[in-house]
């Protein structure tokens, strides 16, 4: 297959490409406009042959027009996706999620193209610390942030071209992942770059927040199953069992860089901040056969601290302008 990979300089995005030429022999086009989240370094040393990178937008229908007849299928995983930015400044997000999601269904309509839309569990809203239901391929839409009613309304896009127009679609809403080459405004990379420069971690509010973690390269692994095996005009819920308070994360980040574990400071909240989320991903599993090869999260983020501290030329250029904003957030 050729597969056009839209963000695929982002996070999660460039995983997801490493993972596919590393894993299959399919072939990768992405396609990414570079925004501060994008990054052209984490797609070095990638294989000429079976990569090629197009710096666009996604809300560039001509652009789209040219690259849709010429690939097999599309995962989508672009989109503006730090919540704190999007609190500070919602526009960006209606233009990327909604208009950026509307511009490629309409494009996977036109060319009849194979169409995986990546989206979040933050459209389920949050759950209560002490609530044993997790959230399901059924649980209703309740976003709260304007980053993540973005992402609901995207989702939404995507199940009524399914629909009404018969869209070859299929839709994943995964929890927080953690890994490589994620930028250092998101909260795991923000406190392994502080304490390697010496600064201390910033915890938002009391917390006893609760994120499910899961690592990229499983989030990856999903995705390829549900593209291969994923059955058109559903919805797959993906995690691994990875629930832990932010707390407890950064206790676990300075006691794995030899700091004593108290030693970070509380900041102010953010506004609105979901309490907790909780992924059932009983489906993907029971249907599809994935499974989770990360389970454990000390050793996945002992990894991931190692990346960091061995990648700092990767991460230096955005940390000052990151803690620029925060401060000014009072974060
Ligand atoms: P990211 O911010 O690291 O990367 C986003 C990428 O999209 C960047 O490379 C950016 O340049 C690109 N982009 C932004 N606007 C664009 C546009 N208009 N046209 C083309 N490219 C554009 O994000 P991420 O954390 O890798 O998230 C990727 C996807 O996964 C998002 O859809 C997000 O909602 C979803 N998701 C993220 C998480 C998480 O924990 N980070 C969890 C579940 C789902
Ligand atoms: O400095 C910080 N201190 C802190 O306590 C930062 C940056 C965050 N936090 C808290 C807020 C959240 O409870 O840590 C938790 C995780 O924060 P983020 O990394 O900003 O992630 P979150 O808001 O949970 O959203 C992430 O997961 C779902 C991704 O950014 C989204 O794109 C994805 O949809």
Known sequence: MKILVTGGAGFIGSNFVHHVLNETDHSVTVLDKLTYAGNRASLEGLPEGRFEFVQGDICDAALLDELFPKHDAVVHYAAESHN??????????LDTNIVGTYTLLEAARKHGTRFHH???DEVYGDLELDDPAKFTEQTPYNPSSPY??????????????????GVQATISNCSNNYGPFQH?????????????????PKLY?????????????????????ILDRGQIGETYLIG??????????VELILTQLGQPADAYDHVNDRPGHDLR???????????LGWEPRYEDFEAGLAATIEWYRDNEAWWAPQKDATEARYKAQGQ
Not at 151 to 159: E, F, I, P, Q, T
Request: proline share 3%.
């Open 84 to 93: 704190d930015n999007s609190l500070d400044d919602p526009r960006p997000f």
């Open 118 to 120: 990546i989206s979040t």
């Open 148 to 165: 993540s009613s973005t992402k609901a309304g995207s989702d939404l896009l995507v199940r009524a071209w399914v629909r009404s127009f």
């Open 184 to 200: 250092v405004e998101k909260f795991i990379p923000r406190q392994i770059t502080n304490v390697l420069r010496g600064e201390r």
């Open 205 to 225: 509010g009391t917390g006893e927040n609760v994120r499910d973690w899961i690592h990229a390269n499983d989030h990856s692994s999903a995705v390829l199953a």
């Open 240 to 249: 691994a069992e990875g629930e832990k308070n932010n707390k407890e994360v």
């Open 277 to 287: 989320y909780a992924i059932d991903s009983s489906r993907l599993r029971r249907e």
